[in-house]
T-cell receptor
Framework: DVKVTQSSRYLVKRTGEKVFLECVQD?????MFWYRQDPGLGLRLIYF???????EKGDIPEGYSVSREKKERFSLILESASTNQTSMYLC??????????FGPGTRLTVT | QKEVEQNSGPLSVPEGAIASLNCTYS??????FFWYRQYSGKSPELIMS????GDKEDGRFTAQLNKASQYVSLLIRDSQPSDSATYLC????????????FGRGTSLIVHP
C-alpha cells in the first residue's frame, strides 16, 4: 500500500511565524502535490513537483514556497504565516495511472 | 462554466438503497476519471478509477463513464451509514501538466 505521511496532524502558529509542513511518500512517485481545503471552496492546488528540485505553481501559490530535495519528500513553507492561511493542508503523491494518494492532512491554525 | 461539476447535496438515501452520484466535466480531451471518498475531518481516499466508456464494478461500487455526454457517475449499492461522506470526482487530461481537476464534492448521507 502507498503510504503518504505528513509531519503534523494539528499545528497552531502565531502570525508572522515561518511554518514548515513536511510530506513523505514511500512509493517512489515522481509527482507530488500540496493542496489546501476550506469549507465551500474544495481542494485548491498550491504547488506541485514533478521531479526532485522541480516545482510548478498551482492556483494559489501566494504566501507559500516549496522544497523538494529528495524524491520522497515534499515540503511546504509558509514564509510569514497569516490568519487567512488557517486551513487544512493536504499532501498527495501521484501514481503511474494518475491516481492520487493523500496524506492524513495537517490542520493549521494561525492566531 | 466550472471544469468539473458536482451537485453539492446533501444526497440523502435510506440504508440499503442505491446512491447515485454524478459528475460532469467540460474538457473533451479528459482521459482519466477518479472517485475519492472523504470522511469529515479526514483526507480523501481513492475508491474508484475509470479510463474507458462503460461500467466498472468493484464490490458495492460501480463507476460509469460516458465520454460523449461528458459525465461520470458513481453508484453505491446497498448503501450503509458508513458510506456517509463527501465524494469527490477528479478528472485528468493526458498530454498536459500532471494536474487533476477536482469537483467540490457531493455530500452523501445514508440514514438507518
Amino acid at each position: 500500500d502507498v503510504k503518504v505521511t505528513q509531519s503534523s496532524r494539528y499545528l497552531v502558529k502565531r502570525t508572522g511565524e515561518k511554518v514548515f509542513l513536511e510530506c513523505v511518500q514511500d512509493m517512489d512517485h515522481e509527482n507530488m502535490f500540496w493542496y489546501r481545503q476550506d469549507p465551500g471552496l474544495g481542494l485548491r492546488l498550491i504547488y506541485f513537483s514533478y521531479d526532485v528540485k522541480m516545482k510548478e505553481k498551482g492556483d494559489i501559490p501566494e504566501g507559500y514556497s516549496v522544497s523538494r530535495e529528495k524524491k520522497e519528500r515534499f515540503s511546504l513553507i509558509l514564509e510569514s504565516a497569516s490568519t487567512n492561511q488557517t486551513s487544512m493542508y493536504l499532501c498527495a503523491s501521484m501514481g503511474p495511472s494518475y491516481e492520487q494518494y493523500f496524506g492524513p492532512g495537517t490542520r493549521l491554525t494561525v492566531t | 462554466q466550472k471544469e468539473v461539476e458536482q451537485n453539492s447535496g446533501p444526497l440523502s438515501v435510506p440504508e440499503g438503497a442505491i446512491a447515485s452520484l454524478n459528475c460532469t466535466y467540460s474538457d473533451r480531451v479528459s482521459q482519466s476519471f477518479f472517485w475519492y471518498r472523504q470522511y469529515s475531518g479526514k483526507s480523501p481516499e481513492l475508491i474508484m478509477s475509470i479510463y474507458s466508456n462503460g461500467d466498472k464494478e468493484d464490490g458495492r461500487f460501480t463507476a460509469q463513464l460516458n465520454k460523449a455526454s461528458q459525465y461520470v457517475s458513481l453508484l453505491i449499492r446497498d448503501s450503509q451509514p458508513s458510506d456517509s461522506a463527501t465524494y469527490l470526482c477528479a478528472v485528468f487530461k493526458s498530454g498536459g501538466s500532471y494536474i487533476p481537476t477536482f469537483g467540490r464534492g457531493t455530500s452523501l448521507i445514508v440514514h438507518p
